[in-house]
């Protein structure tokens, strides 16, 4: 399903946006990334991706249709946890290069956190989640159902690569995928990664067999195809 949506919280009184994808709401909410896509989300209902409350509504929920609910934490980010709140010692920090201040976000042991206090030999860092244990408000419009497994491809595509719909092609046939992409998607330095997260949520969405992954790039003038198609990758369901 696409949906549109809209996250706030309640901070002070006051109804704050957390999160959204809707353009016009971020923009007059000041929560606008330049650098992000403003369109219909896709979910995937029944599998867990998204907060449970909002996979909740979206089961009994039709195309065209908004809701607005509240989600309690145990529904959203979970409670406020205390053992997540970790004492690091400011030397390890600053070995890393980290000036500890509050309120600074830190990766430490792949975890992301923010730095919540600061005595002399210890910064106390936060791994919860920013929303946990907070109530959230939430506005839900289904946009549209997708029908058919190219669709969902596409889509999927479209959720871990800078494409548009009309920059890519794809053919099922008897439990294969071929996925022809616009050569733009060369660039991504980390493309082997985002292909194979595609290749993952394929198999676990849509249990196809194989899938095909088609870069076509234009030969110079008076050049000879080689005997393989050059540009052409290969993605497997399994991982492999």
């Given amino acids: 399903m696409l949906v549109n949506y809209v996250i706030s919280v309640v901070e002070g009184g ?119 244990g907070k109530e959230l408000k939430i506005d839900l419009t289904a946009v549209r159902k997708l029908e058919s497994p190219e669709e969902k491809i596409k889509y999927l595509a479209m959720r871990y690569m800078p494409l548009k719909e009309g920059d890519l092609q794809v053919a099922v046939n008897d439990g294969e995928a071929e996925v022809r992409l616009a050569r733009e998607v060369l660039r991504l330095s980390d493309l082997e990664s985002r292909l194979q997260l595609l290749s993952n949520d394929i198999k676990q969405f849509l249990g196809l067999k194989a899938l095909r992954i088609v870069i076509e790039l234009p030969l110079a003038e008076g050049a000879q195809a080689p005997k393989q198609a050059e540009g052409t990758a290969q993605a497997s369901p399994q991982g492999s």
Avoid: W
């Fill in 14 to 132: 006051k109804e704050v946006v957390h999160d959204t994808n809707v353009e016009d709401v971020a923009k007059s909410a000041g929560v606008y990334e330049a650098n992000r896509r403003y369109e219909p989300y896709l979910i995937v209902v029944g599998r867990s991706q998204v907060l449970p409350a909002i996979d909740e509504e979206l089961r009994s929920m039709e195309v065209g249709q908004r809701k607005e609910f509240t989600a309690p934490p145990e529904k959203a980010y979970g409670p406020y946890r205390d053992d997540l709140v970790i004492r690091v010692p400011i030397k390890q920090l600053m070995k890393y290069g980290i000036t500890p201040r509050v309120g600074r976000q830190v990766e430490v042991g792949g975890r992301i956190g923010v730095i919540k206090s600061v005595t002399e030999r210890f910064a106390y860092i936060d791994f919860n989640h920013p929303l946990a």
